[in-house]
Structure formats: C-alpha cells, structure tokens
Nanobody, 114 residues
Framework: QVQLVESGGGLVQAGGSARLSCVVS????????MSWYRQAPGKQREMVAR??????NYADSVEGRFTIPGDSAKNTVYLQMNSLKPEDTAVYYC?????????WGQGTQVTVSS
C-alpha cells in the first residue's frame, strides 16, 4: 500500500521559513516525478514545486523563495519555504507520479500571518 505522509505545516509569521516533509512508502517503482501542490480556500489546486529526474520546476509565485530538496535514501521529499507571505497560506499536498498512476498525501496546513 502506497503512503505519502506529510508533516511540517503550522502557523508562521510573514517573512519566516518553514520546511515540509513527505515520506513515501510502498512504491514498487521509482517515482518519475515528485511534487508539492497547494490549495488555498476558494482556489484551484496548483503546482508549487516539482522534481523531474534531476530537474526542478517552480511556480512563478514561489521562484527564488521555495526549494524542493529530496533524499532518495530516505524516500523523502521536502519543501523548503523561505520569505513566506500571507498569500502562501494553503493546504500543501505531496504528489508522486509512477508508472501507471499517481498518489497524493493527505495535506498539511500552512498559515502565514501578517
């Protein structure tokens, strides 16, 4: 059974930093893509950061502030968030794509106070 367990959300002051973790277990195949998405109230879910092979992609809104380091030995992907803004407030979801499908974590709330 595939599981993605996220942690690290919470309340952060604007300008501060936070790091989210996503531990992946139960995969038979190595993921082709590992990503972080977020969904703010009343908005669609959007991709924030993505690792495809050795390349990374970021949404324009987080470029230069967020990074997506991974630790393949621990089957873990992180989202390092710096210079947080109130508009970064959302539920953040981990996503992995493997041959034949994709999996989502349960989400972790990040709230940035002004």
């Amino acid at each position: 059974q595939v599981q993605l367990v996220e942690s690290g959300g919470g309340l952060v002051q604007a300008g501060g930093s936070a790091r989210l973790s996503c531990v992946v277990s139960g995969l038979v195949y190595r993921p082709t893509t590992m990503s972080w998405y977020r969904q703010a109230p009343g908005k669609q879910r959007e991709m924030v950061a993505r690792i495809i092979s050795a390349s990374t992609n970021y949404a324009d809104s987080v470029e230069g502030r967020f990074t997506i380091p991974g630790d393949s030995a621990k089957n873990t992907v992180y989202l390092q968030m710096n210079s947080l803004k109130p508009e970064d407030t959302a539920v953040y979801y981990c996503n992995v794509v493997v041959l034949g499908g994709q999996y989502w974590g349960q989400g972790t709330q990040v709230t940035v106070s002004s």
